[in-house]
């Protein structure tokens, strides 16, 4: 038998469950409205944002040509570095090639065997990946309280609390001030990633941790993602800089990985300086998130992330692909991205979304959503 063999009926049963993933290429300039993607602020085509991306080019060439450690820093990768720190109220920062790495790399690092993890349940995959890697013990908690148990009852030395800012599926904010004060009370480091919250959360945007009063506290780290309100490509860990020099001795997915290229940093440097200069944007995304929830018949969420759940795979693949149909592109999120029964639709706002968009939406989800949630 072909060592390979095992793929055709592997694929067959995800097609019959509906959980078949495909690649769909989308064109330039697709008149469509995007509710999928991750562009919150609408900076991936400004033309402050894509000039800042050009000019890099053209001064530092298509790629950074080393890893971060040999001749893949350069000043611009520095610059971004301080104004990132200065804006997220952050010591330090220190720029991964993704927010993907920045999460390996930040918990990779800052545990290892001898050290436990308490994880959320409802953590995004990078992060699941970062503790698998990490060689610590892990405990999946779901609360507070049973953060708060788990270290209750820890024998290693060391511990980190790890958490999404704002869950990537639902929206939902997590109660950082909470977890916090029991990290402190238990001498545990606080990991969040900000992922969805740089950008939309907090006061100008500067995240959840900034909203409650915890940027910059000495036992709190926190990775960022370039890729989403950013417009960009890449990622960050803010904290201490004795944590950054620490990542720069002992962060695989840093010391082996190349740089980012330089036209990514600089599209990302110029999509920060538009939010800093531009404090109302992350209000406007609120409000386009409440448009959408009100659309769908859903509660406003407190994030930039609306979720509408249809339950069956075939049910909401079927109710994305008629969306796609007229004009409206939505996430489709199944198993194994949410558990089994609570297939959903998961729509972005966006801050540049205008009336007549979310007039068109309003429109789209009368006739697909209301016949879908009545299946």
């Not at 950074?64 to 893949?72: A, E, H, K, M, P």
């Not at 904290?239 to 330089?262: K, N």
Request: proline fraction near 5%; hydrophobic fraction near 50%; aromatic fraction near 2%.
């Amino acid at each position: 038998m072909h060592p390979l063999a095992w793929l055709d009926a592997h694929a067959a049963a995800r097609r019959a469950a509906g959980l078949r993933r495909e690649l769909t290429p989308r064109a330039a300039g697709d008149p469509g409205i995007d509710l999928a993607g991750n562009d919150y602020l609408g900076l991936c085509t400004d033309p402050r944002v894509v000039d800042g991306g050009v000019e890099a080019l053209r001064t530092w060439g298509a790629g950074s040509t080393g890893s971060r450690l040999v001749t893949g820093t350069t000043a611009l990768h520095a610059e971004l570095e301080r104004e990132l720190a200065a804006f997220c109220g952050a010591e330090s920062a220190l720029v991964f090639s993704s927010g993907y790495a920045a999460n390996l790399g930040a918990l990779t690092a800052l545990s290892g065997p001898g050290a436990l993890i308490v994880s959320d349940v409802a953590n995004h995959a990078s992060l699941v990946d970062a503790c698998r890697l990490s060689r610590a013990r892990i405990v999946v908690a779901d609360g507070p309280a049973a953060v708060d148990a788990a270290l209750a009852q820890r024998t290693e030395t060391r511990a980190l609390v790890v958490t999404d800012s704002v869950n990537s599926v639902d929206g939902g904010l997590a109660p950082l001030r909470e977890l916090h004060a029991i990290s402190r009370s238990r001498e545990a480091l606080l990991v969040v990633d900000e992922a969805h919250g740089l950008g939309v959360c907090g006061p100008g945007g500067r995240g959840l941790l900034a909203g409650v009063g915890l940027a910059g506290a000495d036992d709190v780290v926190a990775t960022v993602t370039l890729s989403k309100a950013l417009g960009s490509q890449g990622g960050a860990v803010l904290g201490p800089a004795a944590v950054t020099a620490h990542l720069v001795d002992s962060a695989r997915s840093f010391i082996f990985d190349t740089g980012l290229a330089p036209a990514c940093v600089g599209s990302a440097l110029a999509a920060l300086r538009v939010l800093a200069a531009t404090p109302s944007l992350p209000a406007a995304v609120l409000r386009a998130a409440a448009d959408l929830a009100a659309a769908a018949g859903v509660p406003a969420p407190a994030s930039s992330v609306v979720s509408v759940v249809l339950g069956e795979p075939a049910r909401a693949l079927a109710a994305a692909r008629r969306c796609a149909e007229l004009g409206v592109r939505v996430g489709c999120f199944r198993p194994p991205s949410v558990p089994e029964g609570t297939s959903r639709l998961r729509l972005t706002a966006r801050a540049t979304l205008t009336a007549d968009d979310l007039a068109h939406v309003r429109r789209v989800f009368a006739e697909v959503l209301a016949p879908a949630a009545a299946r």
